[in-house]
């Protein structure tokens, strides 16, 4: 007995002080990728669908479908990219996404009636439709002592049945197709979606392979998108919180600062 | 080895492809069952479009003892005589040639859909498939008081999707079922049709929690067709990185199995320190998993001293705090008891099956890509293997606890002694019509990947074996014998990958 006390005072609090206190990712951290024009004379092949262009035909980064390489920073047709190591990438809407400066439209709160169901409770159900694991590990690691998604009242439950919602990784996967919709359909109204991931997103990795991009039905309508390959854990309770407009107003200024603090 | 010839072939050695004993099938088939009966092991088996009209079948074997692998081929048509019925390790590499290639291989006992797709890499002027993907039927138990119990794709917990199918009398389970395929996403056909650019981010994509291996093993196959040589620098980055995978992996587990058997303490406090293995590996590279660390002729960023500095100074204090927790799980009686004798598999089945990694070296079955088939840094600081006994959910649990010491002590060794070198060699076109197989101890166990070029040094066939293919079969026969309620807690322990196995 007293050794399981012993150890428990010996390990102390770990949980980290984000949302209140926002330290900084380490100095390697590939956040959100900004844009610097003019767009390079010589650009370099970019392995992704990553850079694109708005209707309009401006050149625009499409984070969404970014898979936060190396090799999508540099020289493109929208001019120089590099990562800042702002975590902040959740967006409401798919347009969201797809940036001509420096920004997206970070995720907006749900309307008022959402929120009085979910904003101190929302259960949510993972379905996992050809991932390659790395996303649901990120799911996984919210539930630690580090990052204690259960704090905001927000938890993973056992079946749809139980659940205010469902979280998506993977990209959708031909032999998921039926399994996906009938999980979607079980979860009873009125009932959120959250496309986690790039692979959830934009096909990630595997964009155009025929095995992959078969949603269920007519598609399914996303309330939020989480971008990242995978998203860190702080990416996606930034993203929950902004849904739920639980976010604490800061003490810190949020900007892709100098200090080296590393966030557990 | 004594039935095949050796052509030089080796782990990250490439040769020419003709240079693989070619024989008719009746040859190709006694020469692979004469050497398994002498101690071989099957590494791959797959089948490749030829001329249109066929179909080439390559197997690669290896002999573990004496660090050799051996290729062996031939040609078929539509069906050949199957070698599952007299080596059973062949059973999931038939049942992947019938459905990728269309190709039967008579007198398999159990011919299913095995990722249930259609087939994408049948000779362009064949026809039909020999299986259809719909069509699994279960294995069934009749009998008044038996019940099937179906489990998945959807699973209660965040987990990858799999379907399981228990024959059950009470809570005694009688047969497990385990029929995969639904994280299938095209990984080899993506490999072979994208540049190389991409081909990488597909292979750090196989498996999320298993980048570096699979990383390595495919740039490993690279370099090898481009005879590029990795500097001593990079190659030892990499290796920090694999084994700082392992750890998180390993101390992960350690978390979930306690967590599966209601030890709240150790589940929380190990899975804290996973996240701080994964915070090494972002200080490093950018990405909690390593993502955009390993790239062909070496690796992408460096680790300068003040770095390694930092490092070391929390991996002792990791060191410190993982000992303590250990002690209080593997000390504890009823942790003990709920572990020993669950999930048990045995030594003989091990090497009947062809089980790979932790699995196999938890029944006393020694197999360490690290050791038998050396490469990288591996060939110059040895990691000793470790064996444990019983082959249960304890004796798997025991070893990640075992691998975590070793890899902890491998990492801050080499953190203290960092070689010079540059951190890429450039790695220029890939020798035509060549052949190589790099393997790689990942965390799971051996990850293999067969490389063969065409005659302008493309991508011919890239076939990804990941070390869950081998093992799933482990956990379909561990859990007859055991209670249904425990198949949790067999599933963590032996934590397959459903990604790796599906492609």
Known sequence: MFEFLRARLRQGTRTTPFPVDR??????????????????????????????????????????????????AGCTTAGTVTYSRDYRLAS????????TTAEIELAQALERSARRLFGRSLRLRSVVAGSCGGCEAELVALGNVVFDLARFGIQFVASPRHADGIVITGAFSRNMQVALANTWEATPAPRLVIAVGACAIAGGPFHGSPEIGHPPGDGIKVDL???????????????????LDRLPATRHRDSAAETRTSTA | MSRIPDVGL??????????????????FRSAILESVRDGCRIVSFFGMPENGEETRLIAVLADDGAGQLAGLTTVVTDRYPALTPDCPQA??????????????????????????????????????????????????????????VAVGPVHAGIIEPGHFRFQAHGEDVLFLEIMLGYQHRGVESLLESVDGARAVLVAESIAGDTVIGHAGAHCGAIEALARSRKSPRAQTIHGVALELERMANHIGDLGAIAGDIAFQPAAAFFGRMRGECLNLLMTLSGNRYGRGLIRPGGV?????????????????????????VAQLLFSNGSVQARLEGVGAVTRDRCIELGFVGPVARSCEVPRDVRHDHPYGIFRFAHIPVAVAWGGDVHARAMIRWIEIQRSLEFVIDQLN??????LRVPCGPLQPDGFVVAMQEGWRGEIAHVVVTDDRGGIRRHKVVDPSFHNWTALAIAMPGNQISDFPLCNKSFNLSYAGHDL
């Open chain 1, 92 to 99: 409401s809407t798919r347009e969201g996404l797809v940036s």
């Open chain 2, 10 to 27: 080796r782990n990250r050695r490439a040769v020419p492809l003709p240079s693989l004993p070619d024989e008719p099938i009746d040859r």
């Open chain 2, 91 to 148: 059973h999931a590499f038939e049942r992947e040639i019938a459905e990728q290639c269309a190709v039967r291989p008579d007198g398999h006992a159990w011919l299913k859909p095995l990722r249930r797709h259609s087939p994408d890499h049948r000779p362009a002027r064949r026809a039909a498939a020999v299986l259809d993907p719909a069509d699994h039927p279960f294995f069934c138990i009749a009998g008044e008081e038996v019940h099937e």
């Open chain 1, 225 to 243: 998108y989480v971008p990242g390959c995978p998203p860190h854990p702080l990416t996606l309770i930034d993203g929950l919180l902004r849904l």
């Open chain 1, 23 to 72: 330290g900084e990712l380490p100095e390697r951290f590939r956040g959100l990728p900004v844009v610097q024009p003019p767009p390079c004379r010589d650009p370099q092949t970019v392995p992704s669908s990553f850079v694109t262009a708005t209707a309009d035909g401006r050149p625009a980064l499409d984070v969404g479908a970014c898979l936060f390489s190396p090799e999508e």
């Open chain 2, 417 to 422: 002694a960092l070689p010079r070198g540059e």
């Open chain 2, 300 to 324: 992408a960023f460096d680790l300068p001293s003040a770095m390694a500095d930092e490092m070391l100074d929390r991996l002792e204090a990791l060191d410190e705090e993982l000992r303590p």
